[in-house]
């Protein structure tokens, strides 16, 4: 299948605000479903305590999540969100004036952050399939990259790059080039797609793998993220780590969320499926979709985010009209479906 993805990344911190509230806003791949109330029982706990300042730096986080991926706690690095984390990355591990590689288009955040820590960004389209091109990519690794992004699955496309690629990219890139996996949307991924990240960092001293609270776990608006890696390179990382930083919330928020995986996990199977009905029916409509394996799909367009918009759905949208939504709502993926089975190509 051939899938012509256009960039729509505009290094711009503006955020677009539009008048009408729309009916179903899909624009942020945001997990659907509403913190667990144990989750939200351990989160109001924390909050009877708000005077109290959380740890210095935190400590009890990071050996939490650490215990829960398999690593020790020096192997951890916490920030507000994985976009946090990601800035951190940026400002300890590049310099001003040098190349950061990333797939074009992206996550929105890796422009923006190029931007912030002054480096040069070199976008490298997405290959036919809508994925990334990891051969364009390795050749444009040069003197004068500081960081290497990818992201598995991708961001817009949903797309997983195949396991044996992947670690033929990662012994090619040049050792001294740190690469960060992005991972956000790793908890969607099937068993058949799932790789070791520790035999990856054990094997790669210049990997770092980025993760966040804020899609399974449905926590956004805690701002939760975490990297881990070699101690070397998180010890470098955690340089820059903010005094006060995390919220005693996320500490709260991690154990529950842990304490409650079968919960979630169903939560994200259902996701899984609706997004899998959704883009089915899609594409007996004629819509060329790439193979999500997150919790969005892309629709390219044109005039897809138009079509959605005047049935009151707001999505994420690329200059050749293209969109992406975020899925698992029953309610708003029936209603996608309705707008464009008018729309249909
Ligand atoms: N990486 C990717 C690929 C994303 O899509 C996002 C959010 N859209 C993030 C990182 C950042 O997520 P957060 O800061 O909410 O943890």
Redesign the pocket.
């Known amino acids: 299948m051939s899938v012509r993805v256009v960039d729509g990344t505009r290094p711009s911190r503006r955020h677009q605000v539009s008048r009408v509230p729309p009916r179903f806003d899909l624009t942020?791949?945001e997990n659907p479903f509403p913190p667990l109330p144990s989750v939200l029982r351990a989160v109001h706990m924390t909050l009877a305590q708000a005077n109290r300042y959380p740890e210095f730096l935190p400590r009890r986080l990071p050996s939490l999540i650490a215990g829960h991926v398999g690593v020790r706690a020096d192997q951890v690095v916490v920030g507000?969100?994985?976009?946090?984390?990601?800035l951190q990355i940026l400002q300890t591990l590049t310099t001003p004036g040098k190349e950061i590689v990333y797939s074009a288009p992206?996550?929105?955040?890796?422009p923006i952050m190029a931007e912030m820590a002054g480096l040069e960004a070199v976008p490298v389209p997405l290959n036919a399939a809508g994925d990334q091109d990891l051969r364009a990519m390795r050749h444009a690794v040069d003197r004068r990259t500081a960081l290497v992004v990818v992201?598995r699955?991708?961001?817009?496309t949903g797309t997983v790059l195949p396991a044996d690629e992947l670690k033929a990219f990662l012994s090619d890139v040049p050792a001294r080039v740190p690469v960060l996996l992005?991972e956000?949307?790793v908890e969607f991924l099937g068993a058949a797609e799932y790789i070791d990240p520790l035999a990856l960092i054990a094997k790669h001293p210049n990997l770092l793998v980025?993760?966040?609270?804020?899609?399974a776990y449905g926590l956004?608006g805690l701002?939760?993220?975490y990297a881990f890696g070699r101690p070397e390179l998180i010890a470098h990382v955690s340089k820059l780590q903010l005094p006060f930083g995390m919220s005693a919330a996320a500490v709260a928020a991690v154990a529950a969320s842990y304490a409650a995986e079968p919960e979630l996990a169903a939560r994200t199977f259902r996701i899984t499926e609706e997004r899998d009905a959704l883009r089915a029916a899609l594409m007996a409509r004629g819509f060329a979709i790439p193979e999500s394996r997150?919790n969005f799909l892309y629709i390219p367009g044109p005039g897809t985010v138009t079509a959605l918009r005047r049935a009151g759905i707001a999505a994420k949208s690329y200059p050749d009209g293209s969109a992406r939504i975020a899925v698992g709502d029953p309610s708003a993926d029936h209603a996608v479906l309705q707008a464009l089975s008018t729309h249909a190509r």
């Open positions: 942020l791949s507000s969100g994985a976009t946090g984390v990601a992206t996550f929105d955040g890796y992201c699955p991708h961001n817009p992005d956000a949307y980025l993760r966040t609270f804020s899609k956004a701002r939760i993220g997150a």
